[in-house]
T-cell receptor, first 112, second 112 residues
Framework: NAGVTQTPKFQVLKTGQSMTLQCAQDMNHEYMSWYRQDPGMGLRLIHY???????DQGEVPNGYNVSRSTTEDFPLRLLSAAPSQTSVYFC???????????FGQGTRLTVV | QQQVKQSPQSLIVQKGGISIINCAYENTAFDYFPWYQQFPGKGPALLIA?????SEKKEGRFTISFNKSAKQFSLHIMDSQPGDSATYFCAANGGATNKLIFGTGTLLAVQP
């Protein structure tokens, strides 16, 4: 039982490149979210989903796209990477609102 | 705007001492207040959580105190140990939103 699996663990991109951060879960939880963690800024919500086919914006959605076609997967897409997107990205899952969130191990992204 | 404000940004405590971290929120519709613990290189993990129908919740050495009228809640770590050295995040959720909003984090160092 892996819980929440994020890939890759590390990535270096050049400005303007695109990439997809993968998040997969095996706990059959409805809620999935993407956060970015920056020094002094805490965890900021990028996008979230309350079920397959349903997504919504978080606090810092600009520059990121998401879709949710299955319960298990919630990929985060960077269409044109910028240095400001250098961060550690975490995927989180939960059964629903007001329940424990389980986080993945994170993806450390550097945009040069 | 920052919906959950956390202080202090960093904290140094001697082994055996009490660590206190404070959070304040703005949205009175929030009804779930968790604390997460994060070790370097890992994703955050739920430590303890409280709902506004109680003023205090204790689990082992960890206690949440909740003041609904002041819109504040705090984490107390009794008999702090070097193994408690980590980053702590408060969070809040509830009302019309499905979003789990985090504070900016507190880096705790417990000196032996």
């Amino acid at each position: 039982n892996a819980g929440v699996t994020q890939t890759p663990k590390f990535q270096v991109l050049k400005t303007g490149q695109s990439m997809t951060l993968q998040c997969a879960q095996d706990m059959n939880h409805e809620y999935m979210s993407w956060y970015r963690q920056d020094p002094g800024m805490g965890l900021r919500l990028i996008h979230y989903s309350v079920g397959a086919g349903i997504t919504d914006q978080g606090e810092v959605p600009n520059g990121y796209n998401v879709s949710r076609s299955t319960t298990e997967d919630f990929p985060l897409r960077l269409l044109s990477a910028a240095p400001s997107q250098t961060s550690v990205y975490f995927c989180a899952i939960s059964r629903g609102r007001g329940t424990e969130a389980f986080f993945g191990q994170g993806t450390r992204l550097t945009v040069v | 705007q920052q919906q959950v404000k956390q202080s202090p940004q960093s904290l140094i405590v001697q082994k055996g001492g009490i660590s206190i971290i404070n959070c304040a929120y703005e949205n009175t519709a929030f009804d779930y207040f968790p604390w997460y613990q994060q070790f370097p290189g890992k994703g955050p993990a739920l430590l303890i959580a409280i709902r506004p129908d109680v003023s205090e919740k204790k689990e082992g050495r960890f206690t949440i105190s909740f003041n609904k009228s002041a819109k504040q809640f705090s984490l107390h770590i009794m008999d702090s140990q070097p193994g408690d050295s980590a980053t702590y995040f408060c969070a809040a959720n509830g009302g019309a939103t499905n979003k789990l909003i985090f504070g900016t984090g507190t880096l705790l160092a417990v000196q032996p």
